[in-house]
């Protein structure tokens, strides 16, 4: 039996700065190569298909890791799983900086993936373990303040490095980073829970691949992957039914659903899932808006989209205070009606408005966004128990992943098809002018369907309330 560190012994300033280090290195990463894609299908003489093989199978991995994440919890102490995922992200990073062929770059792309998908999990799980429900919401900021930075910086670093060095250097420069965040964990992370060793159930690890990856994949796919696409989709929707079934009749399950038992953890589980479709749906139209609407070069809708990121990023921390202080009505509410507001603008722009009005409504955009992701899943995470954390987050982190590959795929097929609507209508389709207002007119009925679904993540904010695990209560009180 792994022995950890008492109430006592726990040095959470250390901890929680050698987990932030490994998740920023992990996220920055994450979106550092997407600006890169048409420089590499150049370099190695793929397709557009093909290199998005890159992306497909990022997030296909992280999509059968996450949830398995509970179990390995249960059978890695907190210095294993974090060094372990940081040495494997390392080494994928190596393999893709010194990448001779396409082929090797994917492969350190699926072992990058194999790192990082574990990385945030077990950042948000340690979290839990040493903050008193009361402390969570600052240190929740923290790891707010991360995850919005990380993104928001890569757009622009990733032009910046590729129009001045090779896209190599997209990786060199992950390396340092990265054997930092390893080095200062060894140092200074320490074991906060319990190795329990569970049964593994062969047959759930099965289901729970075959689910989460058929519909990551699926949807990943989209129209390119032809027939095979549905398919897979098909496959991975049985296969969840099967493998929610088998959780909740089994002994021992590697992802505990009765933690829907608790009514706060179910209502932050919808409304997080909710708010990423929106999310996404803001991240992928939004680039599109300004590099074929506006004709901004890459570079320059990285530096659009970068004040939003970096005010959200300060403001987190600011929030998680506040939630502490104020519980999470008073945040998630207000925050969710900013973004309602904000993404109805959105669905009424034209193809001549200015950078600075983008600039401004992003990174309002952004402040909701800030008031909401790390409130409500503190508060659904904050009902409960300790036995049950590794499941919820792993739950939380899983469906957040799987509700962002939805909400891509959703709402690309809306904007085509609004595209498709606008030029069946016009006189003259082949004229550039009227491809442009298709654009606009597609991205317009793809973001008045986001307001749908913000709208409704925003009614759900009312039921929301602050609460305390019931075996926490009276240690928080003592």
């Not at 497909?56 to 890791?65: E, K, P, Q, S």
């Not at 990423?276 to 590099?291: G, H, K």
């Not at 891509?408 to 030029?423: D, H, N």
């Amino acid at each position: 039996m792994t022995t950890n560190a008492t109430a006592q012994e726990i040095k959470r300033g250390p901890i929680t700065v050698a987990l932030i280090i490994g998740a920023f290195v992990a996220i920055l990463n994450e979106t550092l190569l997407n600006i890169a894609l048409s420089d590499l299908i150049q370099y190695f003489h793929v397709t557009t298909t093909t290199v998005q093989w890159l992306t497909t199978a990022y997030l296909l991995v992280i999509g059968i890791l996450m949830p398995v994440t509970a179990l390995l919890t249960g059978w890695l102490t907190t210095r294993q799983m974090f060094l372990g995922a940081m040495t494997v992200f390392f080494a994928g990073t190596v393999i893709c900086g010194f990448a001779p062929n396409f082929s090797f770059l994917l492969l350190g792309r699926v072992i990058q993936a194999a790192g990082s998908g574990l990385i945030l999990p077990v950042m948000m799980n340690t979290i839990l373990f040493i903050y008193p429900p009361e402390k969570r919401g600052g240190a929740m900021g923290l790891i707010g303040l991360v995850i919005m930075f990380a993104p928001a910086l890569g757009p622009t670093l990733s032009g910046l490095i590729i129009a001045s060095l090779s896209w190599r250097w997209l990786f060199y420069l992950v390396l340092p980073l990265a054997a930092f965040s390893i080095l200062f964990a060894a140092r200074y992370l320490t074991n906060v829970s319990q190795v329990t060793k569970p049964k593994v159930d062969a047959l759930s690890v099965v289901l729970s691949t075959l689910g989460f990856g058929g519909i990551v994949y699926g949807m990943g796919s989209g129209a390119e992957g032809g027939w095979i696409a549905p398919i897979f989709m098909l496959i991975g929707a049985v296969s969840l039914v099967l493998f929610v079934w088998r959780q909740l009749v089994i002994e021992n399950p590697i992802l505990d659903f009765r933690a829907f038992r608790y009514p706060m953890f179910t209502l932050a589980t919808i409304i997080l899932i909710l708010v990423m479709v929106t999310l996404f749906a803001t991240m992928i139209l939004l680039p599109l808006y300004l590099q074929r609407a506006l004709l901004l070069s890459s570079f320059a809708a990285g530096l659009v989209l970068l004040p939003g990121g970096l005010i959200n990023g300060m403001l987190s921390p600011v929030m998680g205070r506040l939630f502490d202080k104020f519980g999470p009505r008073w945040l998630v509410t207000p925050g969710l009606l900013i973004m309602c507001v904000v993404i109805w603008l959105f669905s009424r722009m034209t193809v001549s408005e200015s950078m600075l009005y983008v600039i401004i409504l992003y990174a309002a955009l952004l402040i909701g966004m800030s008031m909401v992701m790390m409130p409500v899943s503190t508060t659904g995470l904050n009902q409960l128990p300790k036995r049950l954390y590794p499941h919820g987050t792993a739950i939380m982190n899983t469906l957040q992943q799987v509700a962002g590959g939805v909400g891509t795929a959703l709402f690309v097929g809306i904007m085509a098809a609004g595209q498709q609507a606008y030029l069946s209508k016009s006189e003259n389709p082949e004229a550039p002018a009227q491809a442009l207002q298709a654009l606009v007119s597609g991205m317009s009925h793809a973001f008045f369907f986001a307001l749908i679904v913000g709208a409704v993540s925003l009614l759900l904010s009312l039921f929301l309330k602050r609460t305390i695990a019931p075996a926490e209560k009276e240690q928080s009180q003592g």
